[in-house]
């Protein structure tokens, strides 16, 4: 079975690899058509992902032990499927789906967006703590950048934008470099591997 | 036959990474024993899923925010290919796993992944379906979940594996305030900073994709670390010779990349 999965693979993804590199009709028909049923095969998980979603909450409403539990997942069957009724009988332009999507899903991305401020404050202080040289470095260089960055940073030190400029472009952004061109030879070994199906572990556990 | 723009080199580069991992395999099979630094993360792995088992607390497993449909699919690839280990390792120590997707197309197979490791260990009567969870293809519902996770379930590790975006932090914390060990690797150079300040073990860029082949034994798998090493060379002699060209002028290497 594993062996057919590599093939299946290795036949699905050389004319992708080879219409990336020339425009070659056969082979770019084929690779388009390829992605074609890609979507297709998306649109099946995303329906096993629903039930799935139905399934977790549908037990953790059984397995209750008190009645404050239950809200959680009422709330998530509740949504899930009257939004999924809805899409399918009137469609998306229904005033109810806009109302949902607009008052609720919209306010609770932003907030979640707007939490971050205070995580990022969290990991800051426990970053900027002078553990070691290391944490020392990072404490300094973090300060001079912030301080750049602020209004007032400027008349402070008039050099402190340039500082700042400097450490950004040239140690953060060699150092981030070296990183993005490590994992993207990382990427393409990783491609390479499963379309010539020398790594399996993704298949058989 | 149309060539796309810098499809000439790139088709040439694919051949000369194609026959560099061939030489590779052939001199890994031939005995050949390579140097590889140790991971400290990979060793980590085994001391959270351990610290898990001790604590009768379940550990907790994200591939991250991407599935298989964009450019950064190579890393929720090398994440479920660790998540067979990390799902390994839980069935031998008895630690129930809990795997959170954003994705709907990484549910099924992180789902038959943990299954078959279970299996494979004869654990298949620990192996609970619904503890491998779909939450939304939105960004900040499924933050919400794996949060809920984390602190619901009571985890005693957090391990983030794949492609991060705004959430990281968000994952990060909440295991950092709930004590757990954490592990998180990625390539997102925007996400390790956070990573960085917030976790105990980080895989930074590469070695999310290096970190399976650490883990075999398989010549085949070693080579491929082989060739990322040679490649990594050559590329970086690329780089210092194109500086040098454009120092004095020539722009042959820019050009030679376009073709």
């Given at each position: ?44 998980s995303?329906?096993l ?29 509740v ?14 332009t ?12 919209k ?22 703590r ?12 973090g ?12 008349q ?17 952004g ?32 | ?47 959270a ?14 591939p ?13 690839l ?6 067979a ?38 654990k ?15 960004q ?120």
């Amino acid at each position: 079975m594993n062996t057919l999965i590599a093939i299946v693979g290795l036949v699905a993804g050389v004319p992708i690899l080879l219409s990336s590199f020339a425009e070659i009709p056969v082979i770019s028909d084929l690779a388009q058509e390829f992605q074609r049923w890609g979507i297709i095969l998306a649109g099946f998980s995303t329906f096993l992902g629903v039930l799935n979603l139905t399934f977790v909450n549908a037990n953790a409403l059984r397995r209750r032990k008190h009645t404050g539990q239950v809200i959680e997942p009422v709330v998530v069957l509740v949504m899930l499927w009257g939004l999924v009724l809805t899409g399918v009988f009137f469609g998306q332009t229904h005033p109810a789906y806009d109302f949902v999507f607009e008052n609720v899903l919209k306010p609770l991305s932003a907030s979640g967006f707007s939490m971050l401020a205070f995580f990022i404050a969290s990991a800051a202080y426990r970053a900027f703590r002078v553990r070691n040289v290391d944490a020392a470095i990072l404490l300094v260089c973090g300060c001079l950048v912030m301080l750049a960055n602020i209004p007032f940073g400027e008349q402070l030190w008039s050099d402190l934008p340039f500082v700042s400029d400097w450490i950004m472009r040239i140690i953060n952004g060699s150092a981030m470099k070296g990183i993005v061109i490590g994992g993207a030879i990382g990427a393409i070994a990783t491609a390479l591997k499963v379309l010539v199906g020398v790594e399996r572990s993704h298949l058989r556990g | 036959m149309v060539p796309r723009d810098g499809g000439i080199f790139a088709f040439f580069a694919f051949l000369a990474l194609a026959a560099v991992l061939f030489w590779c395999y052939r001199k890994v099979k031939g005995g050949y024993k390579p140097y590889f630094r140790q991971i400290p993360a990979l060793k980590g792995l085994e001391e959270a899923i351990g610290r898990a088992a001790e604590m009768g607390r379940p550990v907790h497993f994200t591939p991250g925010s991407d599935g298989f449909d964009s450019g950064t699919a190579g890393m929720t690839l090398a994440a479920t290919i660790c998540l067979a280990h990390i799902a390994k390792l839980c069935a031998q120590y008895d630690v129930r796993l809990l795997v959170s997707n954003r994705r709907p197309a990484v549910q099924p197979l992180t789902e038959e992944i943990v299954r078959q490791a279970f299996l494979a260990e004869g654990k298949l009567e620990n192996f609970r379906p619904t503890d491998i969870r779909f939450f939304s293809d939105d960004q900040f519902a499924y933050a919400s979940g794996v949060v809920g996770v984390i602190s619901g379930e009571q985890t005693a590790s957090n391990i983030m594996l794949g492609g991060f975006y705004a959430e990281s932090l968000m994952f990060a914390e909440a295991g950092a305030t709930y004590g757990n060990i954490q592990i998180a690797g990625t390539a997102s150079t925007a996400q390790i900073p956070f990573f960085v300040t917030t976790c105990d073990y980080v895989l930074i860029g590469e070695e999310l994709f290096a970190a399976a082949a650490v883990l075999s034994v398989d010549p085949a798998q070693v080579s491929t670390l082989m060739m990322q090493d040679i490649i990594r060379i050559a590329l970086v002699c690329l780089i210092a010779i194109g500086a040098l060209a454009a120092t004095f002028g020539s722009d042959v290497i820019r050009q030679l990349i376009l073709k």
